[in-house]
């Protein structure tokens, strides 16, 4: 019978085997991830037991980890990965500045702003369309953004509320409405106030005796629908809204048949003048549609009413035929004109001869009462 002492002896003899048989396959492991253990993790930093540290075959850098990781090789020298972002972040034109709140990203400095951002570090070296991804600033776009709504009388307010993407959200300084918008169509100009055009057909519709409804059923890009003075309800053009060329289809009643008045306005502005010749059932109202500058003045020349709308329309014509070579560039006359009445204009220098002709129609009118 061996006595304890020797029991003793062997299971630590069998205990140091085992150990440098584990040591063995822990190197083999090692060797095989391209790496050389060198030591114990170090304690200061609370690295737990099954960690060793290691040192990479190809850089010499070394760095602790968890054996198990070693044995599946999904380890990564992270001195040489950071270097790596460091060079692809240089050739896009970043300066590297550390690590972020995600290893996913990293925080660098766009060399042609100034800007740290926080960039995917995925993206920093791919090109597409031989354009760097993740080139743009986005410090540089909202700064941008803000200049693109100022040029175009806006206020720049942020992030979209109701709406992503491409959209941003802006006030609109003339009317102090507020809307989402693609931030494109605000550089290119291509953006109305949705509020104030609603509050435009109403008017447009007002002027000619017509109630705005909304929505229409068909040809929604061109038409509106309205409640006509007899109490029916149509479907129109905008156009022909704006020229009141509308006519019931249920009692056939219409504009034509209804009161009017010639008029012409003298219209001024701090740059420009013009006379505006038309027809209108409410005059004053009238002016208002036109969409003119804030600083325009207008004032009305001449007015007559006549029993009709037909009436009025034709001895509109008569007046225009006459002058028809003195008519200001409609074009032109957009500029001032936002809205419409911007095709029967006349240059101011023709103010007498159109209160001459207009005086005769008056004249004639009075002697046909």
């Not at 060079?87 to 800007?115: K, N, W």
């Not at 006349?346 to 002709?357: A, H, P, Q, V």
């Amino acid at each position: 019978m061996r006595s304890s002492t020797t029991t003793g002896g062997l299971f630590t003899d069998l205990i140091k085997y085992a150990f440098r048989l584990e040591n063995q396959k822990h190197i083999a492991e090692a060797t095989a991830a391209g790496l050389t253990i060198i030591g114990l993790p170090d304690k200061s930093v609370g690295q737990p037991q099954n960690y060793l540290k290691y040192q990479f075959t190809d850089c010499g850098h070394s760095s602790d980890f968890q054996i198990t990781h070693v044995r599946r090789k999904t380890i990564k020298c992270k001195i040489c990965l950071e270097n790596k972002y460091k060079t692809l972040g240089q050739s896009a034109g970043f300066t590297y500045v550390s690590i972020s709140d995600s290893p996913e990203f990293r925080m660098y400095r766009r060399e042609a702003c100034g800007h740290v951002l926080r960039v995917r570090v995925q993206s920093i070296g791919k090109r597409t369309d031989n354009e760097i991804i993740g080139h743009s600033c986005s410090e540089c776009y909202e700064i941008k953004l803000k200049e693109d709504a100022e040029k175009k009388q806006m206020t720049y307010l942020g992030k979209a509320l109701e709406k992503s993407g491409v959209f941003r959200r802006y006030k609109f300084n003339s009317c102090g409405h507020i809307r989402d918008i693609n931030a494109a169509c605000i550089a290119r100009g291509n953006f109305e106030c949705s509020e104030c055009i609603i509050e435009r057909f109403k008017e447009e519709a007002k002027s000619v005796g017509l109630i705005y409804n909304g929505a229409a059923q068909s040809d929604k890009g061109i038409k509106r629908n309205y409640i006509l003075a007899c109490g029916h309800t149509k479907d129109i053009r905008l156009d022909h809204v704006r020229n009141g060329s509308w006519s019931c289809d249920v009692c056939g009643n219409t504009h034509y048949t209804k009161p009017s008045n010639i008029y012409l306005f003298k219209i001024k502005t701090k740059d420009f003048q013009w006379l505006k010749l038309g027809y209108s059932k409410d005059v004053e109202l009238r002016s208002v549609n036109y969409g003119l500058p804030k600083d325009a003045v207008v004032e009305n020349l001449f007015e007559i009413k006549l029993p009709t709308g037909l009436e009025a329309l034709h001895i509109e014509k008569s007046i225009h035929r006459i002058f028809n070579k003195q008519r200001l560039c409609s074009k032109f006359m957009r500029q001032y004109h936002k809205y419409n009445g911007f095709s029967e204009c006349y240059s101011i220098c023709t103010e007498k001869d159109l209160l001459n002709e207009l005086s005769k129609v008056a004249i004639s009118l009075e002697g046909e009462k």
